[in-house]
């Protein structure tokens, strides 16, 4: 036989003229008991999953090593291009005849300039390239994210009145 009253809709006088009603006995408020406690073992479980499921790594491994080679190449040409600007001629006070002329000085100058332009370029690219890749992760994660444990969940089974749920 379906349920005629499906529709019906109870205001709070109501349902305190129904709780008071059902805990005026001991098998009510019994009932009342064992039914608050099955609802908050329901919702433990739910809640112990959705803890579950945040405790899965998000973290894609071929990204990160994909970042960690790049960070790895960018830290060689760092290392290079101090290495070579380190090695700029240097002027002996001692041995003025050993003194580089002052257009070997230019020339190793204007050198030494043009290898810290192009690594800073190369990093600037691979900068570029690591902010673009963890962008498009972002972008991915939101569009694949499944919603969360509790996304359009309404309070379905909560009463008003806490008595209801001893």
């Not at 005629?4 to 009932?31: K, N, P, S, Y």
């Not at 190369?122 to 694949?144: F, P, S």
Request: hydrophobic share 40%; proline share 5%.
């Amino acid at each position: 036989m379906p349920d005629e009253e499906t529709d019906v809709t109870f205001g709070d006088l109501d349902f305190d003229a129904i709780e008071t009603a059902v805990m005026e006995t001991a098998r009510g408020r019994w009932f009342l008991k064992e039914y608050a406690r099955r609802n908050r073992h329901a919702d433990t479980q739910t809640i112990l999953e959705a803890v579950e499921r945040l405790k899965e790594p998000v973290v894609d491994e071929k990204a990160v090593a994909r970042l960690r080679s790049d960070l790895e190449e960018m830290a060689v040409a760092i290392r290079q291009t101090r290495e070579a600007i380190r090695s700029f001629p240097m002027i002996d006070g001692n041995d003025p005849s050993s003194a580089p002329s002052e257009a070997e000085l230019q020339a190793a100058a204007e050198q030494r300039i043009r290898h810290m332009v192009l690594t800073f370029q190369y990093l600037e690219r691979h900068v570029r390239a690591m902010i673009a890749l963890c962008d498009a992760k972002a972008g991915q994660a939101e569009n694949a994210s499944e919603p969360s444990p509790f996304e359009g969940e309404k309070a379905r089974h909560l009463h008003p009145h806490p008595a209801f749920l001893m």
